[in-house]
């Protein structure tokens, strides 16, 4: 075996902090002196409980969450809140404004207007504007005062893109739902400019099967009785997340992420990291002298997944496998886009895109 460091670049489920995993390899048979591992104790044990409180105090705390906004740890992924936000907050209205920006928004709105009787607007789509390489401003969303909610994802996964000026609407517009699953927890954001923020754990923070979503109050109001309670927020907010089994060992993993985010400095510091690493990135790309190629407009080029290409793609092929040998891996693009992607979300060392950097220019020298 040779001893070359791992990075690992992939879009989700995805890198996690090693001092995270090393805590959890040592927890593993015996948590915290009960004899038992997280993984096969009583959700409704106090020691869980305790784990489950934890992990949201710190979340709040990381984050700034208003009191006047709920947090739960539910499944179903973030795809379940394509579903859940329509069931849920579009009661007795007849429209839901949607902005479509790429893959997942376009997935988000091709799914929310099931089992709804909701109209679901196209408020925005950014591949008909932008052919996906740019973003369109809110204040060109087509939007309306009488709509449910406005629905956005913040960073797009697959087309690398992302607001860097974070969509902020008049108060007299209806309340913004976004999901925020791959870059969550990235940078700084007012939670109070939302009515709803989701985000499944597997991209920014680590496992997947937890979901996080922050909910504004007043919005439980709209939640009909009529709703499954499994899939009612306000159901799963008076038993306290303890509606049914929750993912345990997921949220166990979570809470140990935000006590590391916590030790790093907190999402401020975050922010100056994630704009480091991704500025020296794009400029290695931009410095190439078109050998690698990302057509994202400079204000919309996501910092978590950074999006690049050669042009031709046995050349992409060579270099997903030659960088997998180097120990840079899971860089190849979403299936349906080709190219590279680097995720480089908080758990990525900046040392992991130095890495990267150096086996960009050393295969641009071999094959440029
Ligand atoms: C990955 C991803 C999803 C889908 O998440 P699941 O947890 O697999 O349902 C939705 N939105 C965004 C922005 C994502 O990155």
């Not at 947090?71 to 007849?94: D, I, P, R």
């Not at 893959?103 to 789509?125: P, T």
């Not at 799963?236 to 985010?261: C, D, K």
């Amino acid at each position: 075996m040779s001893n070359t460091t791992i990075y690992n670049f992939s879009a989700g489920p995805a890198i996690l902090p090693e001092s995270v995993l090393r805590t959890a390899q040592s927890e593993m048979f015996d948590y915290n002196g009960t004899g038992f591992s997280v993984m096969t104790m009583s959700h409704r044990s106090d020691v869980f409980m305790s784990i489950l409180y934890h992990a949201e105090q710190d979340l709040r705390q990381l984050m700034d969450i208003p009191d006047n906004y709920k947090v739960l740890f539910l499944q179903g992924g973030a795809s379940a809140q394509f579903n859940m936000v329509v069931m849920n907050l579009a009661n007795g209205f007849e429209r839901v404004d949607s902005v479509v920006t790429g893959n997942w928004s376009q997935i988000a709105h091709s799914q929310m207007g099931k089992l709804s009787h909701a109209n679901i607007h196209l408020a925005a789509h950014g591949g008909e504007q932008y052919n996906y390489t740019d973003l369109p401003s809110p204040d060109t969303w087509d939007v309306s005062e009488k709509s449910a909610f406005v629905h956005f994802v913040i960073n797009e996964t697959v087309h690398g893109l992302q607001y860097r000026d974070i969509p902020k609407l008049a108060t007299a517009l209806p309340p913004m739902v976004c999901d925020m699953s791959s870059e969550i927890l990235s940078r700084p954001i007012n939670v109070a400019d939302f009515g709803v923020i989701y985000a499944g754990a597997q991209k920014n923070i680590g496992p997947s099967g937890a979901t996080i979503v922050i909910i504004r109050e007043d919005l439980l109001k709209r939640c009909s009785s009529h709703i499954p309670d499994v899939w009612n927020y306000q159901s799963h907010v008076e038993r306290q997340g303890m509606y049914n089994t929750p993912a345990t060992y997921p949220i166990y993993i979570s809470g140990l992420v935000f006590r590391w985010l916590q030790s790093q400095g907190g999402v401020a510091q975050m922010q100056t990291i994630n704009a480091l690493k991704a500025k020296i990135l794009y400029e290695a790309i931009d410095n190439s002298g078109g050998f690698y190629i990302n057509n994202v407009q400079p204000r919309a080029r996501s910092q978590m997944n950074v999006i690049f290409r050669t042009g031709k793609p046995e050349l992409d092929e060579l270099f997903a496998q030659e960088s997998t040998t180097r120990g840079l891996r899971l860089l190849r693009g979403y299936k349906s886009m080709g190219g590279m992607r680097a995720s480089i979300y908080n758990a990525m060392p900046l040392q992991g895109v130095e890495a990267l950097i150096e086996f960009m220019q050393e295969f641009q020298k071999r094959y440029g």
